[in-house]
């Protein structure tokens, strides 16, 4: 026994039915279209630890006729190929960052542009050493410590232990007793020793930035949002001393 909707009826649910599909084509090519054929952004909202800030991102674009890179450091075809500053620029360098970081980047690939390069094992002849050496004890601790000179390794790890400096800042600091002027270079003096590794083909764990860059030597690696944000945005409002700009001009921007 078939059933049969009345006509009536029928005729009453087929523009819902119209509706309902045309919606779900709808959908599906919104979400099936790619992420470049997407309208440049309005505003967006900064929620910066200073206030939140309503930046107007279509008025610099097209109203006053700003390219891209002269606020984005990415260059490419479109739209899609820029990321958001806060990626890179985090409102703190805490230990929420340095965890998480690795997952803001679509692509792995930007690894390089933080994290630059990698150093093989140092190139070190033994032989040739001997013949500038006075004695063994120019290099390795005099036999009040060690009887027979050893291998660094044997008690230098890695890591730092009690009353024992890990092994890259014994070695370094050794060797910087002769090669004074290398060391002077600082991190450019690296290669003079140590073989350098291209890191656009680098499928490793990245090193940590200290294991290089030492702290005490350098103010930041990378400036916060709130510095990236006010030494551009400020600079250029300053110099075209339009909008809000000055040290009493926050309230212009931030709001809570």
Known sequence: MKFHLPIAVR???????????????????????????RETSVRILIDDCGGKVVFSHLAHQN?????CVKCHHEKGGDQADYIACGLCHPVAFDKNYIEKHKNYFPDKKTCVRCHHLEFF????????????????????HGSDIEPEPQAC????????????PNLQDATHDCCMRCHE?????????CSDCHA????????????????????KKIKKLMPTRTDAFHKQCLSCHKELKKGPFGEN????CHFK
């Open 249 to 252: 001009s926050c309230n212009k």
């Open 181 to 189: 002027d290398i060391f002077e270079k600082g991190f450019k003096g």
């Open 196 to 215: 350098e590794k291209d890191m656009n083909k680098f499928k490793g764990l990245y090193s940590s930035c200290l294991r290089c860059h030492q702290v």
């Open 121 to 140: 094992k140092a190139g070190f002849e033994h032989s040739e050493h001997e013949s500038y050496a006075s004695d063994c004890t120019d290099c390795h």
């Open 153 to 164: 390794k044997s008690c230098h790890l890695k890591t730092e232990g009690e009353n024992i």
């Open 63 to 67: 109203d006053y006729k700003i390219s």
């Open 11 to 37: 005729k009453k649910y087929l523009p819902i039915s119209i509706i309902v599909i045309l919606l779900m084509i709808v959908a599906l090519s919104g979400y099936l279209s790619s992420a470049g054929d």
